[in-house]
């Protein structure tokens, strides 16, 4: 049972870093090695804050949640970071900076979601 319980678990996981892969790779492009966000920041920042909540949560749901403590705080976190940047007005070089930090973070939870991350 708990062998099916942690595939159940593992399947969340790898969509949970699929719908993040998905913002990262649908709302950018990449120009001479560069990655820029495609149209506004401002789109890719508040999508990325909208999926980076939605996955803690659904990874916070899980059974074995505790063991993917590392991923569910990262993407609180980016979240909780993202919704207060997205509540202020700043400027277009903020909102780059914004986007090329909030991007690495989650490239770098992507990867622990679809590979082994920090869990078992």
Do not use: H, W
Not at 15 to 28: K, P
């Amino acid at each position: 049972r708990s062998r099916g319980v942690k595939e159940f678990d593992q399947s969340i996981l790898r969509m949970s870093g699929d719908l993040l892969d998905l913002v990262n790779e649908s709302m950018t492009y990449t120009r001479q090695g560069d990655i820029y966000p495609v149209g506004p920041a401002r789109a890719y920042l508040v999508g990325a804050q909208v999926v980076a909540g939605g996955a803690a949560q659904e990874i916070s749901q899980l059974v074995f949640a505790e063991s993917y403590g590392c991923q569910i705080a990262d993407l609180g976190d980016i979240n909780s970071e993202l919704l207060a940047f997205n509540r202020r007005s700043s400027s277009e070089s903020e909102k780059r900076e914004m986007f090329a930090d909030t991007y690495g973070r989650l490239e770098v939870v992507i990867s622990e979601l679809q590979g082994p991350g920090c869990g078992y």
